[in-house]
């Protein structure tokens, strides 16, 4: 240790072993500072808060588990918890399902122009902001005189009401997410297709083995971790959805598409319930847990660790 | 020779039979390919579909608006509706601000992840596990648990309307530590321990063994960043309220909120000038951008 000190002046007096340590929360000392203040403190405020019934301008008062059991009769909060859920739902389901499908049908493509082409246009509506997004569908998807019912009209069908009837406006949120996500997910897929060894599928030619038979031995089991990631990613952020909401039909038609963090918005910035936001944030979050603790228990079932 | 005997081969001329199954394999597998990539180019002629109509549609006067069918290729670049834009908001201002948000986010991001990343790797200090740990658990946690506390700091901090406010809690990230942290562990200790050998302490190795060395990392934290920072909504929602102060996405919602814009070839106009600098960033840092998403992919499958 003796020569490691040597020609270090200031530090002389102090062991290596302290002034690692020093060292060590000097580095870390402006992510720290950051997590203790934008995230540690307010995560455990906002879970006090939940129990206070406040306004922003007077006193908090305690409520104990009051705001969580109003918000077990609040009707509206009821319905946007299944929304968000039904949203959820089908849009993890579409956005991993067909970005698994479209990463095995890329990669299997042979010309690799093609591949590069296809890899890039999934995933160009991924790098634009959402709120670009919703206004540009708002606009094309219009009843009357969108683009798109003209089409479809065209080749014989009927005219959609994409954003004007509540089931279709629901559709219409989640196809729209799914248009900007599914490339993030093919990328995932791609990735974890690269990371099958080619010796698998060359033992399998050898043993004959078609087409689907590959798909289904060798593919898929081995893609299960990249489908499981995908799954719990996916479900974390659709639970939160906000904005393609708020811009496209701002929770409509009635409360058609209206989500639990619309509504924890609402909340808190528009009435000033800032206690009972706070309870909405909370359940939001023990959903999003326990789902997540779900999955995990339930993927050492069905995931293929190599 | 008839068909039968050369269907069965020819064992005069192997190198026929060789070419001949080759051939037809070829010609195979290449049908094979088109019925694959089929729907595949179809899906793709849905991404971009919408973006397509966007330009023309930005193109297009009021009058031939509700003409249908609408046009794909513009009757005339006529530039009306841009100039629209221009006089209902301050366009460049919103560009401005996005600019400067997003520069100062990615830049104390990558200064402070990297240092965060490099002590979490390379030095021992009590409580580094510990600490660790509460860093990975806070992604689980959705933010709007944070928000109204975090709100309230903010405000007491004076950022309230401030670009401030859309820099400070986003100058370091749990993710991009992660990511530093992965890449420091690679690093080989004989580069560190020559160096502390000639006698250079912690910031020394760190500014000039472990950066010079982080570039990768540091340009894939850089654009996952820069481009989630350059389309953050909520948060500028939340903390500005005045016109001059919005970022692009919340000016976009401003834009719409003006008279006879909702739903107009000047919105359209507006989305493409929201368009034309993202998707110049995404070709040329596409493949970095790939390699980002999957590396984030692959580290937590």
């Known amino acids: 240790m003796a020569p490691l000190r040597a020609g270090l002046r200031w530090k002389k007096s102090k062991p290596l072993v302290v002034r690692e340590a020093i060292a060590g929360y000097f580095f870390i000392l402006p992510t720290l500072l950051s997590f203790l203040v934008f995230f540690l403190i307010p995560t455990i405020s906002g879970l006090g808060m939940s129990f206070f019934d406040w306004d922003f301008f007077s006193e908090p008062e305690y409520v104990g588990f009051d705001n969580f059991l109003e918000l077990a009769d609040d009707k509206l909060f009821i319905t946007t918890l299944k929304n968000t859920a039904l949203f959820a739902v089908s849009a993890t389901a579409l956005n991993v399902g067909l970005g698994m499908f479209i990463a095995i049908g890329i990669n299997s493509i042979k010309w690799g122009w093609l591949k590069a082409f296809l890899r890039t246009s999934y995933f160009i509506p991924f790098v634009i902001s959402t709120v670009v997004v919703a206004l540009l569908f708002g606009f094309l998807l219009q009843e009357s005189t969108g683009v798109v019912n003209y ?109 639990v963090v619309m509504l924890l918005y609402r909340e808190a910035f528009g009435s000033f319930n800032m206690g009972y936001a706070a309870s909405m944030a909370v359940v939001l979050f023990l959903v999003i847990l326990a789902l997540t603790i779900t999955q995990v228990r339930l993927g050492d079932r069905w995931v293929f660790y190599r | 020779m008839t068909n039968a005997a050369l269907a069965k081969g020819n064992p005069l001329f192997p190198d026929f039979n060789e070419a001949r199954d080759k051939l037809s394999h070829n010609w195979r597998a290449y049908l094979a390919n088109v019925i694959l990539a089929l729907p595949l180019v179809l899906g793709s ?82 409580g580094k596990r510990i600490i660790f740990i509460g860093f990975l658990a806070s992604m689980m946690v959705p933010q ?158």
Not at chain 2, 86 to 98: K, M
């Open chain 1, 151 to 259: 089409y479809l009209t065209r080749l014989g069908f009927d005219k959609v009401p994409w954003l004007s009837s509540s089931l279709w406006a629901f559709r219409s949120v989640v196809l729209i997410d799914v248009w900007k996500h599914v490339g993030f997910f093919t990328l995932i897929f791609l990735a974890g297709l690269q990371a099958i060894p080619r010796e698998l599928y060359e033992a399998a030619l050898v043993d004959g083995a078609g087409r689907l038979v590959r798909l289904r031995r060798i593919t898929i089991p081995l893609l299960t971790p990249s489908l499981f990631f995908s799954l719990v990613i996916a479900l974390i952020g659709a639970f939160q959805v906000f904005e393609s909401m708020f811009v496209l039909t701002n929770g409509g038609p009635g409360d058609a598409t209206r989500t």
């Open chain 2, 45 to 126: 002629l849905i991404m971009f579909l919408p973006l397509v109509w966007a330009v023309s549609f930005s193109f297009g006067q009021p009058h031939e608006f509700f003409k249908l069918p609408p046009p794909v290729i513009p009757s005339a670049l006529r530039l009306d509706n841009y100039d629209v834009v221009f006089e209902r908001v301050d366009f460049l201002r919103f560009f401005l601000n996005s600019v400067i948000v997003t520069t100062c986010v990615t830049i104390a991001q990558l200064i402070s992840c990297s240092m965060a990343g490099y002590a979490f790797a390379r030095l021992r200090f009590p």
């Open chain 2, 144 to 301: 709007h648990v944070t928000l109204i506390p975090v709100f309230i700091i903010i405000r007491g901090m004076g950022l309230y309307n401030n670009l401030g406010a859309l820099i400070v809690p986003y100058a370091t990230s749990v993710f991009g530590t992660f990511l530093l942290k992965q890449f420091f562990e690679t690093i080989p200790d004989e580069l560190e321990d020559a160096a502390k050998i000639d006698g250079a302490g912690f910031l020394q190795i760190y500014r000039s063994i472990m950066l010079p060395l982080a570039g990768p990392p540091l340009a894939t934290l850089a654009i996952l960043t820069f481009n989630s920072s350059w389309n953050n909504f909520f948060w500028p929602l939340i903390f500005i309220n005045s016109s001059d102060k919005m970022t692009l996405p919340l000016g976009m919602l401003y834009l719409r909120g003006q008279d006879g814009v909702t739903n107009s070839g000047v919105l359209m106009a507006a989305i493409v000038l929201n368009l034309v600098p993202v998707l110049i960033f995404f070709l040329i840092f596409q493949r970095r951008l790939v390699e980002g998403v999957t590396l984030s992919g692959l580290k937590g499958a």
